[in-house]
């Protein structure tokens, strides 16, 4: 009788719990994350990268008609270029790479009012946690260059997504090399 | 033999929410015989709100320990004592049989059941369990647990509860991440929360009441603690740079986490009453997934202070490290068994990515899966089972649990979207 009692006294919470809850499997359509029930909403703090395309883009301003405007839109320019990659379970920035981070140093430093912030991610393979790891790792790497360059680290945040966030689906080194990355999202853009 | 299983989960499931099917993978030789008698229905509508007898069966066919004979090939179908007969069973090599019996009372209903033993003659359990049309799913798992405890002389997990993480993609490429809380069969999920940004690492209160997780809400990570039933929550922490990894002491008075706000990756522990934030860990290397042993003087966490990730305990009294891997290429993420004699953790030789168990005493590893995109191991809280995710050959996220020898494994397929980090609640709800 006593294992009676005890599944008795089990069920009551959770007939209770079924009936008070049965609103709540339906998805909340609100921007950010809500509880499902006691709800409360945040406002996100900063924008992320969400609107942002950050895959190569054609354009039929050719660099020779002289390109005016600002220098991160201008598709001639090493600024646009926004996503710089890495090797599994690496940090390290390679010659190209660097270059794309010196162009972004210095647009930086002669914008002083533009900030950017990096985006650290990995690929699937390996365990969600250490790639959040990683992707801090990643964005680190790229922002210690920045600031050997003199851009101001006020300018310059990061973010790791880890693996949560790939931009190819497939299970395969072509698109994990590409999710392995960096990407710069510039504020207020 | 799992054929009908199949068949009767499908043609009862409640279709309201998109339920997890079971496949059974690779089966078990020794397994016990039992049959699960439908139950009869006495009742003035025309049927049972549930098939109470296919879901203990499917619980009872889903641990690897028990073989559960089909409907067709019964002889009879009794639901009281006195309509048994012993030699039919026998003849079938049968060796536990549940009988029992729904009746409507006072608005609810009254689930009967008795288990017996076939070759003595003998009942071995029979309880009348109070329920509801909502609620029988739940009392079904709860004579699972009976039935499974009265054979196997261990507690049944099939009461408990499971959170994990799912992300459903639209066509416009936005993404839907959800941490969902199931019963362990995988059926009832019901989103705790959901977020247009990633959420991770969902890890329960030794009371099965809270979950802490991390959110990505506003754009950076923080850590959450939120009440599964009233959706009430609160921000742990949310320093600069990772917030990660967090979770509950044995005890359920302290947290890990992971912080990187003193530069790399490094394991903490905040006592949740104090607020007081206590740095574990020291060094250069990606310090995180940290997991507490069940006696809670230590820590085991994956570290690649070595040049790979590997796994690490550290003493909490004498602050000592000491290196638990050596095999392979790629060690972390580690579970400990409920008894702290063995962990499982996600392991790899270089390209695939599988859970393994090590017994602690000798070292020796034990690979269990053969996927190649395993993660997340987490016990069951008798430490039969190991819940983990995995990928289905059309890419999909999928949850799946093996059974210790490595014998046994089911796949939780979701029916929309990927489904990720399980962990299995260690209390009974």
Not at chain 2, 324 to 338: D, I, Q
């Amino acid at each position: 009788m006593n294992v009676l009692s005890k599944v008795l006294v089990a069920i009551i919470p959770v007939v209770l719990i079924a009936g008070c809850s049965t609103q709540d499997t339906k998805m909340s359509d609100a921007d950010d994350a809500v509880g499902s029930q006691g709800s409360m909403s945040m406002t996100p703090a900063t924008q992320d990268g969400d609107s942002v395309d950050t895959s190569a883009v054609t354009s039929a301003v050719s660099s020779d008609s002289g390109f005016s405007g600002d220098a991160l839109d201008n598709p001639a320019s090493l600024l646009s270029k926004r996503v710089i990659y890495f090797d599994f379970d690496k940090s390290d920035i390679d010659e190209a790479s660097r270059e794309i981070i010196s162009a972004h140093a210095a647009y930086l430093t002669d914008n002083p009012r533009a900030s950017v912030v990096l985006e650290g991610h990995a690929d699937e393979r390996g365990t969600r946690e250490y790639n959040i790891g990683l992707g801090e790792r990643r964005y680190k790497a790229v922002a210690r260059m920045m600031a050997l360059q003199g851009t101001s680290t006020r300018q310059v945040e990061g973010v790791s997504y880890g693996e949560e966030r790939p931009v190819a689906m497939g299970s395969d080194e072509s698109s994990w090399r590409l999710n392995r990355r960096v990407e710069f999202v510039y504020q207020g853009r | 033999m799992f054929a009908w299983l199949l068949v009767v989960m499908f043609s009862t499931n409640i279709t309201v929410q998109a339920a997890l099917t079971i496949e059974i993978t690779q089966s078990a030789a020794g397994a016990m015989p039992v049959a699960v008698v439908p139950f009869s229905w006495q009742g003035e509508m025309g049927e049972a709100p549930l098939d109470v007898a296919a879901v203990i069966g499917a619980d009872l066919g889903r641990s690897g320990r028990f073989s559960v004979l089909s409907r067709r090939d019964m002889l009879a179908k009794p639901h009281q004592a006195d309509q048994i007969r012993y030699q039919n069973w026998r003849l079938l090599n049968v060796e536990s049989l549940v009988i029992g019996t729904v009746r409507e009372s006072g608005g609810g209903y009254i689930v009967q059941f008795q288990l017996f033993d076939v070759f003595r003659g003998t009942q071995l359990i029979g309880y009348s369990i109070r329920s509801s049309a909502s609620g029988m799913r739940r009392t079904a798992h709860q004579i699972s647990d009976l039935v499974y405890e009265a054979l196997q002389g261990e507690p049944g997990v099939f009461a408990t509860r499971i959170a994990y993480v799912t992300e459903l993609r639209a066509t416009d490429g936005s993404r839907r991440y959800s941490i969902q809380v199931a019963d362990a069969d995988g059926y009832n999920p019901k989103p705790v929360l959901n977020s247009k940004r990633p959420l991770m690492s969902p890890s329960w209160s030794p009371d099965g009441r809270k979950l802490a997780y991390v959110s990505f809400e506003t754009g950076r990570p923080a850590i959450y603690i939120q009440e599964v039933d009233s959706g009430e929550r609160e921000k742990i922490t949310s320093f600069k740079g990772v917030n990660g990894a967090p979770v509950w002491s044995p005890n359920g008075k302290r947290l890990a986490l992971v912080l990187s706000k003193a530069g790399s990756l490094d394991i903490y522990i905040l006592d949740l009453a104090s607020k007081k934030l206590e740095r574990i860990t020291r060094s250069y290397a990606i310090d995180t997934e940290p997991v507490w042993s069940p006696d809670g003087s230590g820590l085991v966490f994956t570290s690649d202070r070595g040049g790979r990730p590997q796994l690490y305990r550290i003493d909490l009294a004498e602050r000592q490290v000491k290196r638990l891997t050596f095999e392979g290429k790629y060690n972390a993420r580690a579970s400990f068994s409920p008894d702290g004699q063995s962990l499982a953790f996600v392991h790899s030789e270089g390209s695939l990515f599988r859970i393994a168990l090590m017994d602690l005493k000798t070292g020796a590893i034990q690979v269990l899966t053969d996927t190649g995109l395993d993660e997340s191991p987490s016990f069951a809280p008798n430490g039969s089972m190991i819940i983990y995710a995995t990928e289905s050959k059309s890419g999909k996220g999928v949850l799946s649990a093996v059974s210790i020898d490595g014998r046994v494994r089911q796949r939780l397929a979701l029916q929309i979207g990927d489904a990720r980090e399980p962990a299995w609640a260690s209390h009974k709800k």
